[in-house]
């Protein structure tokens, strides 16, 4: 099942993100597909929120991985944008780094030959501040309740 969700500013794709915190468990695979700007950053910010974690999320862009320890279940924020190869991500070993917690990951579809087949894909249009973010569950997540992220 599919979900879609719009949101009107970033207060409420925060308040989407703190939502969805709710689900995740350790282990958890997330992907975030969308344009620059779309909100990707902005939505784990919300997740980390949710998860109680108190440091400040920052676009992880040019560290390929941040890791926030200080919540109630850790978070590995990654984008591969930059990545030139599949190798290249499993060569950072990223889903090992992350097992404890959840892992998130923005431009996931560059890399979705190498990830679980249990994961949650989100995907972020934008039109200004207002978005449309659609949740796609796969394997173990078609079980989860994403009714209670909307």
């Known amino acids: 099942m599919t979900l879609s969700v719009a949101t009107s500013d970033s207060d409420e794709t925060l308040a989407l993100g703190r939502r969805l915190a709710a689900l995740l468990t350790a282990g958890d695979v997330v992907t975030l597909t969308g344009p620059l700007g779309a909100g990707k950053t ?6 980390a929120e949710g998860l109680g974690i108190t440091h400040r999320v920052t676009s992880p862009t040019f560290l390929i991985a ?3 320890e200080d919540g109630f279940l ?3 924020h990654a984008d591969v944008y930059r990545l030139s ?3 290249e991500f499993e060569d950072l070993g990223l889903l090992d780094r992350g097992a404890d917690g959840a892992v998130m990951i923005e ?3 560059a890399v ?4 679980p087949p249990s994961r949650l894909r989100i ?3 934008t039109d200004g501040e207002a978005r449309e973010i659609s949740f796609h569950p796969e394997g173990d997540w078609k079980d989860r309740d994403l009714e209670v992220v909307a």
């Open 107 to 109: 431009w996931g579809e």
């Open 66 to 68: 941040r890791s926030y």
């Open 74 to 76: 850790p978070l590995l």
């Open 112 to 115: 979705a030959e190498a990830l």
């Open 85 to 87: 190869s599949l190798a």
């Open 42 to 47: 902005l939505f784990v910010s919300g997740v």
């Open 123 to 125: 995907g972020f249009r």
